[in-house]
């Protein structure tokens, strides 16, 4: 799992204490906003996000329109004060890039040929961010879908992996993102589809070896495993709260 | 709080039902049939939306716990005029596109250009949907009880909580009617036209109307509501 032992990594102990293979403590909350459709929180460490569907509903401005199926749109944000210095509010190339490969990660497992002309969309917010806001928020926003009761074949969970100089690593913090002695930090967002096991996402920032990519896929995946299993059980909560 | 969900466990699985999120398996077998919000993969039926797994001899459908309306043919609906046309009204009612009335499906005749003085902006339109297929929604209100209702007001819940405000054969509306003097007209899609005159009555309905949605999956509604109409009427 971790690179050869005669290369010695720089980045052998995680600063966070925890090891290569742990997820950061996760939190997840579904209905957190009543009024929307559906709505979900889900936090790993200090990076938290928020997502909340509205629809299916009339699709504006009518250029976009399919008559063959519904659309999903993501818009994905961070909040000005979810980092230490202020981020800018408002769309940015980065965020742009971000909604758009969340969308194309979520479109892979939904269905909305039921609804022709319409349109679901998922706002993604990040109030607290600490590395891993967009698996974050597609974890949130899977969720949020699901919670809508929008048709969906399975959920799809998101982890972000990294090579920290050789160091295979899972669940990237900011602080491990930022390592820039050896070979720096690699950054590697994925998403893996519940029932299917297939890559419904794979970005890649940084320098990896191909041999060391497939193994960083598999951790990924077995993460996406536990990550799967608190969506799972949030979203069954979140009847149960209601039956009380 | 450990003995409630138990008590709901039992009483999921005297039912058959379950809860199920979208791609877990709900019964593996080449005999049963994915009905609505299942389908088949391999030898195993799986769910296509989070909800209430139902196995009914061979047949396993998801009822839907949340979400949106979608409108089914014969449905009576309530919605607003947002849009007028040459031919027709365009109708609001929360769904995933508006609903089309035509001005043949309305009981008397009506000259081209004074449509806006039949149904206007925001008028209140109770309809029946007749036809869900082809282009959009298409709704009539030519039956005795449809057309336009004026006063009152509007109480929205979530359209999958609707059968428990109805109740047995409309038990549960009766007894909310009884207790507040108040019209009460629900559409299937969650709208609920309230009208009983003084605005004390209708905002008591509307009370027990929000009481009902908020506990709909808990058994033995009808005595809590009752519960709740006597405290209503304590505090006065």
Redesign the interface.
């Known amino acids: 799992m971790t690179a050869k032992k005669s290369e010695k990594s720089l980045y052998e102990k995680r600063a966070s204490g925890r090891k290569v293979d742990e997820i950061r403590k996760m939190n997840a909350k579904v209905g957190i906003v009543p009024s929307a459709?559906?709505s979900a929180m889900f936090e790993t460490g200090n990076t938290r996000a928020i997502a909340v569907v509205r629809?299916?509903?009339?699709l504006h401005p009518q250029h976009m329109r399919n008559s063959e199926t519904?659309i999903l749109r993501v818009n994905y944000g961070m909040m000005p004060f979810s980092v230490w210095d202020r981020i800018r509010p408002g769309p940015s190339r980065r965020s742009q890039e971000i909604s758009k490969v969340a969308e194309w990660a979520l479109a892979s497992?939904i269905?909305l040929k039921?609804?022709p002309?319409?349109v679901v969309d998922v706002f993604i917010q990040i109030p607290q961010a600490d590395a891993g806001t967009r698996v974050a928020g597609i974890n949130a926003a899977a969720m949020a879908l699901?919670?809508?009761?929008?048709?969906?074949?399975?959920?799809v969970s998101a982890i972000a992996c990294g090579k920290i100089d050789k160091t295979l690593v899972v669940d990237v913090d900011k602080d491990e993102e930022d390592f820039k002695d050896g070979e720096g930090s690699t950054d590697i967002p994925m998403v893996w589809?519940?029932?299917t096991k297939k890559i419904a996402l794979l970005q890649l920032d940084g320098k990896i070896s191909p041999d060391e990519l497939k193994s960083v896929l598999e951790i990924g995946k077995n993460a996406c495993e536990k990550i799967y299993a608190v969506?799972?059980e949030s979203?069954?909560k979140s009847?149960?709260e209601?039956?009380? | 709080m450990v003995k409630d969900e138990e008590k709901n466990e039992t009483s999921f699985s005297r039912t058959q039902r379950q809860l199920v999120v979208p791609g877990e398996t709900i019964i593996s077998g080449e005999d049963y049939l994915p009905g609505d919000g299942a389908y088949r993969d391999g030898d195993e039926i799986v769910a296509g939306r989070f909800g209430l797994s139902e196995v009914s001899d061979k047949f396993v459908k998801v009822i839907a716990i949340s979400g949106t309306y979608q409108a089914r043919r014969g449905n009576s609906i309530i919605g607003t005029i947002v849009g007028v046309t040459f031919n027709g009204w365009l109708i609001d009612f929360g769904g995933s596109e508006n609903a089309f009335l035509s001005v043949n499906e309305v009981p008397r005749y009506i000259n081209k250009g004074e449509l806006r003085e039949h149904f206007d902006f925001g008028d209140v339109v109770v309809c029946k949907v007749w036809d869900v297929k082809g282009r959009g929604i298409d709704v009539s209100v030519k039956m005795r009880g449809f057309g336009k209702v004026e006063g009152g007001m509007i109480v929205k819940i979530n359209p999958n909580k609707v059968p428990r405000v109805i109740g047995k054969e409309g038990s549960m509306v009766n007894l909310i009617k009884d207790a507040t003097n108040c019209e009460i007209n629900v559409g299937q899609n969650g709208w609920i036209w309230v009208s009983g005159g003084e605005i004390d009555n209708e905002i008591k309905t509307k009370k027990i109307i929000e009481f009902i949605a908020e506990n709909a999956t808990t058994n033995g509604l009808t005595e809590k509501v009752e519960d709740f109409i006597n405290n209503l009427e304590k505090k006065k």
């Open positions: 459709d559906g629809g299916p509903r009339e519904g497992c269905d039921q609804f002309n319409a699901a919670d809508a009761g929008i048709p969906m074949k399975e959920m589809t519940s029932r969506q799972v979203l069954k009847l149960e209601k039956n009380e």
